[in-house]
Each structure stands twice: as C-alpha cells, then as structure tokens.
C-alpha cells in the first residue's frame, strides 16, 4: 500500500506570496492531519480534517487555511507568506478505526522556504 | 491541555551501549503515547505506541518504552545501539480515545551513534 505522498518536496517564495500544498493520504484513511516543523518551535499541530470537514485547529493565524475533498485528499494554504513561514510542513493520514488507535502515518513532508 | 518534555536535546552514545531518552508528559486525562524517528530529510515514522493495557510497549528496530503513570514518563530504550539508529526522536501524546487526534510532541533529541 503506498503511503502518505506530499507535493511539492520542495518550494521557494517570496514574502507576500501564497502558496498551496497538497497532501494525499494512503489509501482508506479519512483523517488527515497538518503539522510545521521549524528549528524552534520544533512540531505544531495546524489542523485535522476528516470527512472534509475541519475537526481540530491549532494556534496559527488565518493565514494558515486548509481543505479536504471528498477523496481525502488534503490542501493546505498560506497566504501573504513571511519569513517565519519557512518550515517543513507535514501531513498525516490516520485510519480512525473506531477503536480510538489514532495511529498517524505521516509524510515526507513539504520543505517551504521563503525569501 | 497536553505538554511533552523531553529531557536532553542531544545524547551521543557509543555503538553497542544502552540508549535511554526520556519523555515525560502532562496530561489531565489518560494519555496515548508515541515514540517517532525522523531521518533527515524525511518524515517522521512511528516507532511505538502505547494506549491501553501493557505498560511495557516493544517497537521496531529493537526498540521498547514503558509508561509509568506515577513517573508520568515513557522513556525509550534500546539495549545496544547500532549507527543506523543515529536520527532524531520525538515523544507525543494525545487524549485516548474518541476523535481528537491532534499529537502533542516534544522539542526532539537528536541521537548520535558514536564508532
């Protein structure tokens, strides 16, 4: 079964840009979840989405938006990018097999780094 | 609200000695628990879990943890280290159960497997 996939692995913008990253989870998984990686804040829960519908959000701005579609796979948007936006962000696709083992599988994650 | 602390941000081991890296958590309801590697480059794969029942929980690549309640810890351990478990590792937690899978990590250690 192929696992969780991201596109792009890397990006470059410049401040004020948006960008977009997908996410597709594997296969059967309805959940999918977005975290930031950065050297100092280390990993920060951005938001879950499960039926396409948004069920959990961290502390980000509104900049920080995000999607499912009815395929689960997952889009994550920032816009009006800063510098501190530079991060790798990764996705996770979880089974919720209704026995609460919310075991997340994640990606290779998006390297995004603004300029 | 859920809190991981992960006592040393960096622990060098030789090749053959025991691995221990510590994790204590703060929940206010009983926790899941997680140990995850990242290889540079890549995204972060599940070594163990615990949820309910067996406090002694054995992952991969010879790898095992024990949740103490009263310690509020998970600590990961590996009997002899080898230079491929050289990466970074991370402790989560999240509330048991039901739907909220948002994982609470902890700033990381960065292991080194020393010749």
């Known amino acids: 079964k192929a696992g969780v996939t991201q596109t792009p692995r890397y990006l470059i913008k410049t401040r004020g840009q948006q960008v977009t990253l997908s996410c597709s989870p594997i296969s059967g998984h309805r959940s999918v979840s977005w975290y930031q990686q950065t050297p100092g804040q280390g990993l920060q829960f951005l938001f879950e989405?499960?039926?396409?519908?948004?069920?959990n959000k961290g502390n980000f701005p509104g900049r920080f938006s995000g999607r499912q579609f009815s395929n689960s796979r997952s889009e994550m948007n920032v816009s009006t990018l800063e510098l501190g936006d530079s991060a790798l962000y990764l996705c996770a696709s979880s089974l919720l097999d209704g026995r609460g083992h919310n075991e997340q599988f994640f990606g290779p994650g998006t390297r995004l780094t603004v300029l | 609200a859920q809190s991981v602390t992960q006592l040393g941000s960096h622990v060098s081991v030789s090749e053959g000695a025991l691995v221990l890296l510590r994790c204590n958590y703060s929940s206010s309801v009983p926790p899941y628990l997680f140990w995850y590697v990242q290889y540079p480059n890549q995204g972060l794969q599940l070594l163990l879990k615990y949820t309910t029942g067996a406090t002694l929980v054995k992952g991969i690549n010879g790898f095992e943890a024990e949740f103490k309640k009263s310690e509020t810890s998970f600590h990961l351990t590996k009997p002899s280290a080898h230079m491929s478990d050289a990466a970074e590792y991370f402790c989560?937690?999240?509330?048991?159960?039901?739907?909220?899978?948002?994982?609470?990590f902890g700033k990381g250690t960065l292991l080194t497997v020393n010749p």
């Open positions: 989405y499960f039926s396409e519908t948004q069920r």
């Open positions: 989560a937690v999240s509330k048991g159960g039901g739907s909220n899978y948002k994982l609470t």
